[in-house]
């Protein structure tokens, strides 16, 4: 149930993100979903090394951490990707 759980909020984050930054983004969902687990994963790191990652109710400053991992992750990983496939159009 955790990798399936993980699989959803990387999707949902991935989709957050490419809303969130402008432009479009050329990377297939399927690798959006994957930036949006590594955002997820690089949030709650960042959440845990300033202490709060377990509050009692719902923990907005994590998911925002999360969010804002993401979108970081989602714009870098986007370029990466469009510099990598235009590289292999043009051989």
């Known amino acids: 149930m955790g990798w399936l759980w993980a699989i959803i909020v990387g999707f949902v984050l991935g ?3 490419k809303a969130i ?20 994963v690089i949030g709650n ?6 202490g709060i ?4 109710g ?4 994590r998911h925002a951490l999360q969010l804002a ?3 970081v992750v989602v714009f870098l990983g986007d370029m990466a990707y469009s ?3 235009g590289k292999r159009q043009r051989a």
């Open 15 to 17: 989709l957050l993100a």
């Open 69 to 71: 991992a993401a979108v």
């Open 53 to 56: 990652d377990e509050t009692s």
């Open 45 to 50: 790191a960042i959440a845990r090394g300033f």
């Open 83 to 85: 510099s990598m496939r």
């Open 21 to 40: 930054i402008p432009g479009k983004q050329h990377c297939p969902l399927w690798l959006t979903t994957v930036f949006g687990i590594i955002g997820a």
């Open 58 to 61: 719902i923990d907005w400053g």
